[in-house]
């Protein structure tokens, strides 16, 4: 991977329902000497498109790398820095020999369906303002951010929508061209397209104002196995009409007292 467009052509061509990794080559120092290791998190807030965690690592003898790169506060650098830095990551021969990174692009899908887990994850225990204080730590956030940005530029819209990033912003809810896609794409049945992250109470509530209102039968949870008055056994559709002889048990089971149990009880 050597540009920005080969970083899109390779995230064009993933699932994106599905989570994916992209890295770079571990330059050879790294795997010799003593490393610094960042790691943070690019889009945890917005209601649309994927998360993405980045890390970035280098040997501690050549942590100055980071300087000569830019790598600073990633949140007071504009994208088109971001681009620049993570480009000259893709291209320098100096960073090249001495930075590696990883991402992995966790899909909007994936995150709604953890978010209806019973066992949630707790994304605070990273330190706070760790990409202002360690440069290492402002280039994983670099490389989180500039492949989040460039996932949501190439985003293939499984539904059919033709649509590109300019018309449904950045993701997050203030975004006033977010809000208009969140209000306009909507299907009464279907819900949202695979690029909202459905869980996120900005969807749920408009999904609970425009969409069709869905009853589902209530069942007895105190007792499972309990058929509901008139209701067949699914297994009585499998059985014949005819009934079957009763064959004599094995001496084997009757000597050991084992009997029959239903295995889904």
């Not at 993933?14 to 490393?35: G, V």
């Not at 509901?228 to 084997?252: L, V, Y």
Request: hydrophobic content about 35%.
């Amino acid at each position: 991977m050597y540009s920005l467009n080969s970083l899109q052509d390779y995230l064009r061509s993933k699932d994106n329902t599905t989570n994916f990794y992209t890295c770079s080559e571990i330059p050879s120092i790294c795997k010799t000497e003593p490393c610094r290791l960042g790691v943070d998190e690019a889009g945890r807030g917005p209601v649309l498109g994927p998360m993405v965690y980045g890390i970035a690592y280098c040997p501690l003898s050549n942590e100055t790398i980071l300087q000569t790169l830019g790598c600073a506060d990633s949140k007071a650098l504009t994208e088109e820095k971001r681009d620049e830095i993570f480009t000259k990551m893709l291209t320098d021969e100096e960073s090249l020999s001495n930075v590696g990174w990883n991402a992995e692009i966790i899909s909007p899908k994936y995150i709604s369906n953890s978010m209806y887990r019973r066992a949630k994850h707790s994304l605070n225990e990273v330190a706070k303002k760790a990409d202002s204080i360690y440069p290492i730590v402002s280039a994983a956030s670099i490389v989180a951010k500039v492949t989040r940005d460039h996932a949501l530029k190439v985003w293939n819209f499984k539904e059919g929508l033709d649509m590109d990033s300019t018309q449904f912003g950045s993701g997050y809810p203030g975004d006033p061209l977010t809000k208009k896609f969140i209000r306009e794409q909507i299907d009464n049945v279907f819900g949202y397209p695979l690029l909202v992250r459905f869980s996120w109470s900005t969807a749920e509530n408009m999904l609970q104002e425009k969409a069709a209102m869905c009853t589902f039968e209530e069942t007895d949870e105190a007792s499972p196995n309990k058929k509901a008055a008139g209701t067949k056994s699914i297994t009585t559709f499998f059985s014949p009409k005819e009934e079957k002889k009763s064959r004599k048990r094995h001496k084997f089971f009757e000597e050991r007292q084992i009997s029959m149990t239903n295995a889904f009880e």
